[in-house]
């Protein structure tokens, strides 16, 4: 279930689009919106006080992009650190999903220049919509869903369904990728799931709430062929499991290994064509 979004705007970006496009969708419809904007410390009052006029405006104009109801959208201004701020504000409100822009920035260039969505990813276990700034925002209708036999990619079967529930026409789209690190991709084939218990299990499922799902399979580097599919299925969504491998005590410190490391989940934020909703399972 998603009833409570956290919209986190930066005045630039296609982050308003997003929502407003997953508002058309029947269930998310009745969720409730928190609009957050973080202005950044400055080293004067003066400077301060622009910033929390500017803030001001960009969250006015926000909302007046969205149209929403009233009665289904909040605006929160807050001054601090943005990627600490959004983390905290999502805990706060309890939100089932944080809507972030991206400027699609590659790894170590995300950490040199502090990327805000990269941190608040690392740092928080809730689903996050990323939109890349090069990107067009379609109405929901093609959901594709990055499978295998994780719980993390079962999490993002269930989202998409929940998401795919009620749309007409709406389609799932499961990919599942054969790994060859040689980077020597196969032909993209639509397959029948009868000799897959992964691609099976989840078609049951959707069969089972009426959603109607097609099954794709690849072989190759993971990162590249699920973007590859995802762009030329024209997919409109993609969901991908990002598994939390950081100890508890680790939880409160962004992971530079990871970081800086060949994450899936990374290449595919930084990579792929349509918007990437992360969700992680945790321990």
């Known amino acids: 279930m998603i009833d409570k979004i956290l919209l986190a705007v930066s005045g630039l970006g296609h982050a308003e689009e997003m929502l407003k496009a997953l508002k058309e969708v029947p269930s998310i419809k009745s969720a409730k919106v928190t609009v957050l904007h973080v202005v950044s410390s400055q080293s004067t009052a003066n400077a301060m006080t622009e910033k929390w006029e500017e803030g001001g405006k960009i ?7 969205l149209n929403l109801d009233p009665s289904q959208v909040s605006s929160i201004l807050r001054q601090g650190d943005p990627k600490d701020v959004v983390c905290k504000v999502a805990d706060e409100i309890d939100a ?4 972030m822009g991206s400027r699609g920035l590659k790894r170590l260039q995300s950490i040199l220049s502090n990327s805000v969505s990269q941190y608040v990813f690392q740092l928080s276990s809730r689903p996050m919509l990323l939109v890349k700034d090069d990107i067009y925002v379609k ?21 998409a369904l929940f998401l795919l529930r009620g749309i007409e026409g709406g389609q799932l789209i499961l990919a599942n990728v054969n790994t060859d690190l040689r980077g020597k991709s ?9 000799k897959n218990p992964v691609l099976a299990a989840a078609v049951a499922e959707a069969n089972r709430q009426g959603v109607k799902a097609r099954c794709f399979s690849s072989s190759g580097k993971p990162g590249e062929e699920i973007c590859r599919l995802a762009e030329e299925l024209s997919v409109d969504l993609l969901l991908l499991g990002s598994p939390d491998r950081r100890p508890s005590v680790a939880k409160s410190f962004v992971d530079i290994d990871r970081l800086i490391g060949s994450s899936l989940s990374d290449y595919v934020r930084v990579n792929a064509t349509c918007p990437v909703l992360l969700a992680r399972t945790t321990n």
């Open 59 to 65: 969250l006015a104009n926000a909302i007046q992009t």
């Open 96 to 99: 089932d999903l944080i809507i």
């Open 139 to 159: 109405r929901i209708n093609r959901v594709m869903v990055a499978i295998d036999n994780s719980e993390s990619a079962k999490h993002c079967l269930n989202l």
């Open 186 to 194: 196969s032909e993209l084939n639509e397959v029948t799931p009868d």
